[in-house]
């Protein structure tokens, strides 16, 4: 599943209007070099927890996973080493896209996550 998400969190996660990420079994992620930082995130108080994971030397987002994803990391597209390759297969988050952000690409659209 490539996922491109438009929640306000991953908006502030990359600076950016969304995010897109490729979420494969967490076991399967290799980083190589420094440790990866990682910082918590809740979509509210009662929210389940989010990490975050980045490079602690030059502050890139890199992936993500949650409680409610059991086995599963969300990788940054853009970290890979050829991001041309990713193809979306859905867009989640809606209901928080950008007003400006057309997305006409067919597939299919979420106002929450895959399965609310």
Known sequence: MVAVCHCRTCQRNTGSAFSTNVAMPRDALVTEGQALATYETRTDASGPPF??????????????????????????????????????????????????????????????????
């Open 51 to 116: 990490f975050r994971s980045f490079c602690a030397r030059c502050g890139s987002p890199v992936c993500a996973r949650g409680e409610a994803y059991t086995g599963i990391v969300f990788v940054k597209a853009g970290t890979l080493d050829d991001p041309a390759e990713v193809v979306p297969t859905l867009h989640i988050w809606c209901a928080e896209q950008l007003p400006w952000i057309r997305c006409d690409d067919g597939t299919p659209h979420f106002p929450a996550g895959p399965s609310a």
